[in-house]
């Protein structure tokens, strides 16, 4: 019913930058919030950032003054800009969505993307 599709993940120095994108489709007829979690093997996932639909943001303090997340309501597309990345940053980042299908709101992710940071 919902998909999310994210891309941008990779390899990068520590110091370097990446930009994450995560576009969702499917039958949904609105998206609240959207956001970032991030879960390394064996943890739980958790928060790196999200957006609400009017704009308002909320931050891990781990990367608070290094990352901005923003979003293009046309284009249903919410984006990470991961800027003076460190090696802690190195996980599997998921994007999220809280969408209305029918009548009901609903928790969705993608398939994830890998971040590795060199140190």
């Known amino acids: 019913q919902v998909q999310l599709v994210e891309s941008g993940g990779g390899l990068v120095q520590a110091g370097g930058s990446l930009r994450l994108s995560c576009a969702a489709s499917g039958s949904f007829f609105r998206i609240n919030e959207m956001g970032w979690y991030r879960r390394a093997p064996g943890k739980q996932r958790v928060l790196v950032a999200v957006?609400?639909?009017?704009?308002?943001?909320n931050y891990a303090d781990s990367v608070k003054g290094r990352f901005t997340i923003s979003r293009d309501n046309a284009k249903n597309t919410v984006y990470l800009q991961m800027n003076s990345l460190k090696a802690e940053d190195t996980d599997v980042y998921y994007c999220y969505a809280k969408c209305l299908v029918q009548i009901l709101w609903g928790d969705y992710w993608g398939q994830g993307t890998q971040v590795t940071v060199s140190s």
């Open positions: 957006i609400s639909s009017g704009g308002s943001t």
